[in-house]
């Protein structure tokens, strides 16, 4: 079973406790992307490491999220304010979560499990 890779990109440099309950989840692990602007750096760590799903946090959930489709294509929903949207996001295939800031343990293990359970391993 290969796990599945979520990279976290924040713009004021956070992401850990959503990487938290990324990891608590059994086949998931979480990458955090660090330091300040690491949303815009987001695409290029998806790339590098081939991930499955990206997720981005700002102010507008949109910066990091859009700069990996445009430069990656990576099919990408931003904007987002719960974890809702993001299962929804997920279930209709979007590869790049862009949210507000939203760094929550729930946030990473609801993510992480919707996208197991569209794409089981």
Do not use: W
Not at 38 to 52: R, T, Y
């Amino acid at each position: 079973m290969s796990e599945v890779v979520i990279v976290i990109g924040d713009r004021m440099g956070k992401g850990q406790k959503v990487a938290a309950g990324i990891d608590s989840v059994a086949g998931c692990r979480a990458i955090v992307v660090p330091g300040m602007a690491a949303d815009m750096k987001l695409g290029d760590v998806m790339h590098k490491e081939n991930a499955d799903l990206g997720i981005s946090f700002c102010g507008s959930g949109g910066a990091g999220a859009l700069t990996a489709k445009n430069k990656y294509g990576y099919s990408e929903r931003h904007g987002m304010r719960s974890p809702e949207e993001g299962e929804t996001a997920i279930a209709d295939g979007c590869k790049v979560l862009g949210f507000g800031f939203m760094d929550t343990e729930e946030l990473g293990r609801r993510i992480a499990t919707a996208y197991l359970k569209k794409n089981p391993r």
